[in-house]
T-cell receptor
Framework: NSKVIQTPRYLVKGQGQKAKMRCIPEKGHPVVFWYQQNKNNEFKFLINFQNQEVLQQIDMTEKRFSAECPSNSPCSLEIQSSEAGDSALYLC??????????????FGAGTRLSVL | GDSVTQTEGQVALSEEDFLTIHCNYSASGYPALFWYVQYPGEGPQFLFRASRDKEKGSSRGFEATYDKGTTSFHLRKASVQESDSAVYYCALGITGNTGKLIFGLGTTLQVQP
C-alpha cells in the first residue's frame, strides 16, 4: 500500500471554481512531485519541491495553478479557476533526493477531479 | 527531446502466456529506467529500475535488462496471471533533471483466465 496520502480521492467542481487537493509525502522523503494524468493515460509533470522550495514547474502551473509544501503541513495543489480541460487524475509522488536526479518516485492513489 | 516509446494500446494474453512489452528511449546522457504498474483506481506502483548498461531489474516475476546499445528496457514475464492485468508504464529519469520522470503512454495488459 502506498505511503503517500492524497485527499480527497474525488473532487467535483464547476467551471471557474477553485479546486484544492492535498498530499502527505512518505515520511523521510524531501522531494514532492505533482503530475496530471489525463484520460489517455498521459502523464504531465506540473511541479516539484524539495522541502518548501520549488525545484521546477511548467508554465501552466505558473498561471492558474498554485502549489506549496509548507513545513509541518500537507503539500497542496490548487487550481484557481477550474476549466473543463482540467478534469484528470492528479497524482502526488515523493522521493529521496538523489543528487544524480534519478529518483524513484512513490505515488499516492491520486485525486480525481471532474470539472462540470 | 527526452522521450519513451512503449508497446501501444492493449496486449491480450491467456494465463501462463509469456509477456513482452517493448520500451525504447531517447535521452541525452545516461538515464535511469523504470517500470511502473497501475491498477484501476490506484496510483502507479514502482516495480523496479535499472541505472547501468546490462543491469537487470526484477520484481514479482517481471524483469527487464537495460540495453544502452539498442536504447531499450523491455518488460518480460515468463507466465502471466489474471491478477497481472493492469496498465504498465516505462519511464526514464535524466541526470540533473530535478528528479522528475518522463513516462511512456502505457500498455494495457489483459490476461484471460
Amino acid at each position: 500500500n502506498s505511503k503517500v496520502i492524497q485527499t480527497p480521492r474525488y473532487l467535483v467542481k464547476g467551471q471557474g471554481q477553485k479546486a484544492k487537493m492535498r498530499c502527505i509525502p512518505e515520511k523521510g522523503h524531501p522531494v514532492v512531485f505533482w503530475y496530471q494524468q489525463n484520460k489517455n493515460n498521459e502523464f504531465k509533470f506540473l511541479i516539484n519541491f524539495q522541502n518548501q522550495e520549488v525545484l521546477q514547474q511548467i508554465d501552466m502551473t505558473e498561471k492558474r495553478f498554485s502549489a506549496e509544501c509548507p513545513s509541518n503541513s500537507p503539500c497542496s495543489l490548487e487550481i484557481q479557476s477550474s476549466e473543463a480541460g482540467d478534469s484528470a487524475l492528479y497524482l502526488c509522488a515523493s522521493s529521496y533526493r538523489d543528487w544524480g536526479g534519478q529518483n524513484t518516485l512513490y505515488f499516492g492513489a491520486g485525486t480525481r477531479l471532474s470539472v462540470l | 527531446g527526452d522521450s519513451v516509446t512503449q508497446t501501444e494500446g492493449q496486449v491480450a494474453l491467456s494465463e501462463e502466456d509469456f509477456l513482452t512489452i517493448h520500451c525504447n528511449y531517447s535521452a541525452s546522457g545516461y538515464p535511469a529506467l523504470f517500470w511502473y504498474v497501475q491498477y484501476p483506481g490506484e496510483g502507479p506502483q514502482f516495480l523496479f529500475r535499472a541505472s547501468r548498461d546490462k543491469e537487470k531489474g526484477s520484481s514479482r516475476g517481471f524483469e527487464a535488462t537495460y540495453d544502452k546499445g539498442t536504447t531499450s528496457f523491455h518488460l518480460r514475464k515468463a507466465s502471466v496471471q489474471e491478477s497481472d492485468s493492469a496498465v504498465y508504464y516505462c519511464a526514464l529519469g535524466i541526470t540533473g533533471n530535478t528528479g522528475k520522470l518522463i513516462f511512456g503512454l502505457g500498455t494495457t495488459l489483459q490476461v484471460q483466465p
